[in-house]
């Protein structure tokens, strides 16, 4: 079982991938890069739990 993601990761994750899906990978590492050019992230654990949930999003294909 995972964690469960918060409201503002999930509508703030959604409303990027919406706008940036061609930038989304499925690699962690790579979302993780790019989410500062993307989105104002100002700590790193949120920076992290959002690019965990765009991973899923992207694996899932939405």
């Not at 991938?17 to 499925?26: E, G, T």
Request: positive net charge; hydrophobic residues 35%.
């Amino acid at each position: 079982m995972g964690r469960i993601k918060t409201k503002p990761v999930k509508s703030a994750g959604d409303r990027i991938y919406a706008q940036h899906a061609d930038k989304l990978s499925k690699d962690f590492e790579k979302n993780k890069a790019v989410l500062p050019d993307v989105a104002e992230v100002r700590s790193k654990k949120i920076r992290n739990i959002l690019a965990g949930y765009l991973t899923k999003k992207a694996k899932q294909g939405e």
